[in-house]
């Protein structure tokens, strides 16, 4: 243990093509490292402890500088104890980590944004335009996984699954440095910029991780209670919080996320830790927003407007339960599909000793496949290629109808939302292909060796699917539900919110019409939800989803679809987490089964 002199040994690791794994048992593990440490009991130099004592002891010299020696060992120790306050390491972490978010967030905006620029200035040569759309994101991508492989492949990926794994209490190599820290951030910051359907949020709870890690050893060199290795172990659960709570600004999700993902038992003293760092982070993040005039005031990070007097009928929530039920079944098959992609690759021995020679192969045609797919002028005028996660958000929660009766002439689409208007296609079609499409791209996306994560892509394909429900029951019931002899329109965008957190999660409606606060917009809210949590096996999305969008008018529905999502996909698949630590053969016991009593009579424990 550090505060003993003795560092800790970490498994041993191995990099492959897609994911890298853990190559030692950890029982041989155990029983090496328990020999280490009686070694080096047996020959150890005295360490902390000991020159600890000798200061002590200076009370009792009798010398000329006794009182001036006591003196300033007493002052030392006050100013020590007080630098290393509980409080003070959590503004540090949240401040810092808002910091991280906002300049990654900028520096993303500003690679998409060049991305379209040159896309836009090859207008008049097709050919042209399309060399700029696919080589601008497969440079970054094989840049991002190059820059990771030489510097630090523990970056690879989302994070969670090994935090999963530290929290338990096993040491992984290098997985906390500063090193990988630093091409955590610029891997993932080149990945998101290339505009592949990868997500910020798993990586970034690695990131606050690694944040609040190199605070600790930090800390440590003033000595006190940051010298103790189960200290360190509650900061990281802290971080874990902060990194989702800067990365949405959404604290509250952020604290009950980090618990569901990441914890078999959570210490109830470190929950204000947790609120305090991840309420500290969001707000620090949101005012940086502000002070740079991208936000008039602090507001929900994807605001939505959907009508508060009545956002749906009972009538609607069948609908819901519909949409939670296909979205778990939906994120069982995305965690099955992304596992069976990794161990296909595995089994072809002859490729897959290709690509480890030529490492940046496989992440480059990958790119290229896809990027190629969403080219505008090409297939990508199907399922709004041109859009950005974001943007695609922003349209899918729009609380304006897309269409009347599916006809492609009646669609009311204004601002980036024309990006689902085709003339050869209706909005039904539109969004099919796009689910279809970036369900198997995102699957896909998620196995490349750069930094990322699977939390965002998801979120929106259950936004689209969401939508897809809400712009079918406008078109059910074009002159809205009856009730008490009044007429409520449809708003699909709720439907979108519900599906992404069943599914995902979040997003904003910049544009509010008079005449459309048609409930077709709360569908691909719910969505959203749903997917999310089915296949991540949380309802935290839900709350999440709320702080998102800055409403929770659709409370009700949308906890119906996660805690629908949840159950089925519970019953068919693990976590997408789960899945990982199983393809990276991490040392990690994984959760008894779901409903099945006889996984409790295991042998040997009664």
């Known amino acids: 243990m550090p505060g003993n002199g003795m560092e800790p040994r970490a498994l041993k ?59 300033c060992v007493h ?20 401040l810092v980590m808002a910091l991280v978010s906002w300049v990654m967030d900028f520096t993303i905006a500003v690679c998409l944004q060049a991305h379209k620029w040159m896309y836009g200035g090859l207008e008049s040569n097709v050919f042209l335009q399309y060399l700029a759309w696919v080589t601008y994101p497969v440079v970054l991508i094989t840049f991002s996984a190059g820059f990771t492989q030489i510097l630090a492949p523990q970056a690879v990926g989302s994070g969670i699954p090994e935090m999963k794994t530290i929290l338990r209490g096993v040491v992984l190599k290098e ?117 740079n005039k991208d936000e008039e005031t602090i507001t929900a990070l994807f605001k939505t407007r959907f009508r508060l007097d009545f956002p749906f009928d009972l009538q609607e929530l069948p609908a819901f339960a519909v949409i939670g039920i296909a979205s778990g079944f939906g994120g069982a098959l995305f965690v099955y599909l992304n596992r069976k992609i990794v161990e296909f690759m595995r089994k072809q021995k002859a490729i897959n000793k290709f690509l480890m020679k030529k490492r940046l192969l496989f992440p480059a045609v990958v790119t290229l496949l896809i990027s190629t797919l969403t080219f505008p002028p090409g297939f990508g005028q199907f399922m709004a290629g041109q859009l950005t996660q974001k943007e ?13 009766q599916g006809i492609s002439e009646d669609f009311m689409f204004r601002g980036a939302s024309n990006a689902w208007k085709n003339p050869k296609t209706n ?41 897809l429900v809400g712009e079918s029951m406008a078109a059910w019931f074009p002159d809205g539900i009856h009730s008490d002899g009044s007429i409520y329109r449809i708003v699909p965008g709720g439907y979108a919110v519900v599906g992404e957190k069943s599914f995902c999660v979040s997003l904003r409606s910049l544009l509010f019409y008079e005449f459309s606060s048609d409930t077709s917009a709360l569908f691909p809210s719910s969505g959203a939800a749903a997917l999310s949590g089915a296949v991540t096996h949380t309802v935290s999305t839900a709350v999440i989803v709320f702080e998102l969008t800055g409403q929770i008018s659709h409370i009700l529905p949308v906890m119906i679809a996660v805690i629908l999502a949840n159950a ?28 099945h009593q006889e996984v409790h009579g295991v042998a040997g424990l009664h």
């Open 175 to 291: 997985y906390l440095t500063l090193k990988t820290f630093i091409a955590k951030v610029i891997g993932l910051t080149c990945a998101l910029g290339s505009g592949m359907p990868l997500g910020k949020e798993g990586p970034f709870v690695h990131v606050a991780s690694m944040c609040a890690a190199l605070l600790s050893k930090f800390m440590s060199l003033f000595g006190g209670i940051y010298e103790n290795e189960s200290r360190n172990i509650e900061m990281l659960a802290a971080a874990c919080a902060v990194g989702v709570g800067c990365c949405f600004a959404a604290p509250i999700g952020g604290v009950l996320f980090s618990i569901e993902v990441t914890s078999t038992f959570f210490a109830v003293r470190n929950y204000w830790r947790g609120f305090f760092a991840a309420t500290f982070s969001a707000f620090i993040f949101r005012v940086l927003a502000v002070w």
């Open 392 to 404: 695609t958000l922003v349209t899918l929660f729009d609380n304006c109808t897309w269409a009347q």
């Open 427 to 467: 909005v039904f079609v539109s969004l099919v292909v796009f689910i279809l499409m970036k369900f198997w791209m995102s699957a896909l996306a998620t196995t490349l060796p750069v930094p990322c994560g699977a939390f965002m892509p998801v979120f929106v394909i259950g936004a689209a699917f969401g939508r």
């Open 13 to 71: 690791y191995e990099q492959t093509l897609m994911y890298g794994r853990y190559t030692q048992d950890l029982g041989v593990y155990a029983k090496e490292e328990a020999a280490r440490i009686r070694k080096e009991r047996e020959h150890r130099k005295p360490g902390r402890e000991e020159q600890a004592r000798v200061a002590e002891l200076r009370e009792y010299d009798e010398s000329r500088c006794a009182k001036c020696k006591i003196c």
């Open 568 to 595: 089925v996909a519970q019953s068919l698949q693990p976590s997408l987490y789960d899945s990982i630590i199983r393809i990276k053969k991490l040392p990690y016991l994984p959760e008894l089964g779901f409903g």
């Open 75 to 94: 002052s030392q120790r006050i100013l020590l104890s007080r630098i290393g306050e509980d409080w003070i390491f959590l503004i540090l972490l949240g």
